[in-house]
T-cell receptor, first 113, second 114 residues
Framework: DTAVSQTPKYLVTQMGNDKSIKCEQNLGHDTMYWYKQDSKKFLKIMFSYNNKELIINETVPNRFSPKSPDKAHLNLHINSLELGDSAVYFC????????????FGEGSRLTVL | AQSVSQHNHHVILSEAASLELGCNYSYGGTVNLFWYVQYPGQHLQLLLKYFSGDPLVKGIKGFEAEFIKSKFSFNLRKPSVQWSDTAEYFCAVHGSSNTGKLIFGQGTTLQVKP
């Protein structure tokens, strides 16, 4: 039973398209995150939602729009995809103002052609 | 600004060799410290964590790390590596005033030769 699950795991698309990645957690944590891992494996936080409220927004282009319909789901929608958006996107869950310990999904590898 | 620095970007060892991966952080307040591991093609998994107490913490698979507050360091060690330890290792820091933000180092690729 996967604690943090993301779909799709692989996504190949053309520049200019719009795509979404979905994330669901069954851990009962109140905070969810999106991290971006670039080609050099560097992990950078993008967004964080606590109980459906945006609490972290790390200077991400406004083509990226997270949406949290409830505290168990955090989706990432990307408009007008660019080559530089190619990366692995990880969803994570944790407790707000927690110790920092996060539980990660398996990642969604986005390739923009 | 809070930051994490991992000194070794790529480490190659033979099986049974000892491992030490360096991690230094920059933050003035209380921190929680983590090492995460990412096996090839997989997601990040927690290896070990330090919140308080004994600065020498033990994690899974024989890994341990020592928090040295005066040096702002949290180095990862293993006495004898195995081929299955080949992976990407990430040090991460959570500052006490950071509203849940976990900051990662740039990662160290460990390659263990059989």
């Amino acid at each position: 039973d996967t604690a943090v699950s993301q779909t799709p795991k692989y996504l190949v698309t053309q520049m200019g398209n719009d795509k979404s990645i979905k994330c669901e957690q069954n851990l009962g944590h109140d905070t969810m995150y999106w991290y971006k891992q670039d080609s050099k494996k560097f992990l950078k936080i993008m967004f964080s939602y606590n109980n459906k409220e945006l609490i972290i927004n790390e200077t991400v282009p406004n083509r990226f729009s997270p949406k949290s319909p409830d505290k168990a789901h955090l989706n990432l929608h990307i408009n007008s995809l660019e080559l530089g958006d190619s990366a692995v996107y990880f969803c994570a869950a944790g407790a707000f103002l927690n110790t920092g310990e996060l539980f990660f999904g398996e990642g969604s590898r986005l390739t923009v052609l | 600004a809070q930051s994490v620095s991992q000194h070794n970007h790529h480490v190659i060892l033979s099986e049974a060799a000892s491992l030490e991966l360096g991690c230094n952080y920059s933050y003035g307040g209380t921190v929680n410290l983590f090492w995460y591991v990412q096996y090839p093609g997989q997601h990040l998994q927690l290896l070990l964590k330090y919140f308080s107490g004994d600065p020498l913490v033990k994690g899974i698979k024989g890994f341990e790390a020592e928090f040295i507050k005066s040096k702002f360091s949290f180095n990862l060690r293993k006495p004898s590596v195995q081929w299955s330890d080949t992976a990407e290792y990430f040090c991460a820091v959570h500052g006490s005033s950071n509203t849940g933000k976990l900051i990662f180092g740039q990662g160290t690729t460990l390659q263990v030769k059989p």
